[in-house]
């Protein structure tokens, strides 16, 4: 059995996710390919092939992959995976898109967010907003999914480098184009792969309040989240959810500020090592799951806190 596995990039650098997943594909066959997918990338076929594990790598090349659209992504993949028995993506938004589009295209099955492997092909996975686990066991004759890289280890990088060969670009996809993209840059960590994360809810009220999260997340060298709630009020842009309908994340460090602990928040940050809870309610769901809890004003705690800090 042979996987191929999607690369999570920029077109300039590997995305740490693909290290993780390729741990998770290891143990699902015997070998794994990982497919680069994109426009002037063979630097990131070169940090790919380097992974141990790693049995080839197919760089697909080509403009329209440039900003990997999942319509076009999709349609690659789905001509590339006659030979494989594992069709595996990161479960970050192009992967969360692009998968269900190649399992229509197969006619085959999906299963999203692996994050256990019991063998080839039974996985676990949370569903009901990580209430419960479900044990899966698929029928069809090839895997596709989703997996859910911060429940995995990351890959190293070996002393070898695994074969890139050139893999076939499906025809330009017509029905959709792209037209721009807008980037939130910023001098911070990376919100999925930082060590630190300070998240903030609707206990900040306001964008004073988020703006007093930020100075304090800044003094910790952290990245900065916020619940879908906070983000719906117009206090945090898109790109900062974390959640169920956000970003998944796993940090060593996380503080929850001003955050009830709804179940669609809290599902995505099970994996984070320590998490410290700041709400005036001590009643509120988030002390259920945190580890250090402080009963306070969110954003009286968080200037205090910055100000012990500095």
């Not at 910790?220 to 709630?229: D, I, K, N, Q, Y």
């Not at 940050?269 to 580890?291: G, Y």
Request: net charge negative.
């Amino acid at each position: 059995m042979t996987a191929l596995l999607i690369a999570e990039h920029d077109n300039v650098t590997l995305k740490p996710g693909t290290a993780r997943a390729l741990t998770a594909a290891l143990k699902m066959a015997e070998a794994c390919d990982i497919l680069v997918a994109g426009n002037d990338c063979e630097g990131v076929a070169r940090e790919a092939a380097k992974l141990s594990g790693v049995n080839r790598v197919l760089l697909a090349e080509a403009p329209q992959l440039a900003q990997e659209l999942p319509e076009e992504l999709s349609e690659t993949v789905a001509e590339i995976a006659t030979d494989y028995t594992h069709i595996l993506f990161v479960n970050n938004t192009v992967g969360k898109a692009a998968m269900p589009r190649v399992a229509a295209l197969l006619d085959i099955s999906p299963i999203s967010d692996i994050h256990s492997v019991f063998g080839p092909k039974t996985f676990e996975r949370e569903i009901y907003a990580g209430s419960l686990l479900s044990e899966v066991e698929i029928l069809d004759e090839k895997v596709i999914g989703t997996i859910r890289i911060t429940a995995f280890a990351p890959t190293k990088a070996g002393d070898a480098s695994a074969p890139i060969v050139p893999a076939p670009v499906a025809p330009t996809f017509t029905k959709a184009r792209f037209v721009s993209f807008n980037e939130h840059k910023s001098d911070r960590p990376e919100l999925v792969s930082a060590r630190v994360v300070v998240s903030g809810g609707r206990g900040l009220h306001d964008k004073a309040g988020f703006a007093a999260l930020e100075a304090f997340a800044d003094t910790l060298g952290a990245a900065v989240g916020a619940t879908r709630t906070a983000v719906d009020m117009g206090l945090a842009p898109n790109d900062w959810q974390v959640g169920q309908t956000g970003k998944i994340i796993a940090p060593e460090l996380y503080f929850a500020v001003g955050i009830s602990g709804a179940m669609q928040h809290t599902a995505g940050i099970k994996d984070s090592q320590t998490v410290v809870a700041i709400n005036e309610d001590p009643e509120a769901p988030i002390f259920e799951v945190a580890d250090l809890g402080l009963v306070m004003d969110a954003v009286t705690a968080v200037n205090g806190l910055r100000e012990k800090l500095s």
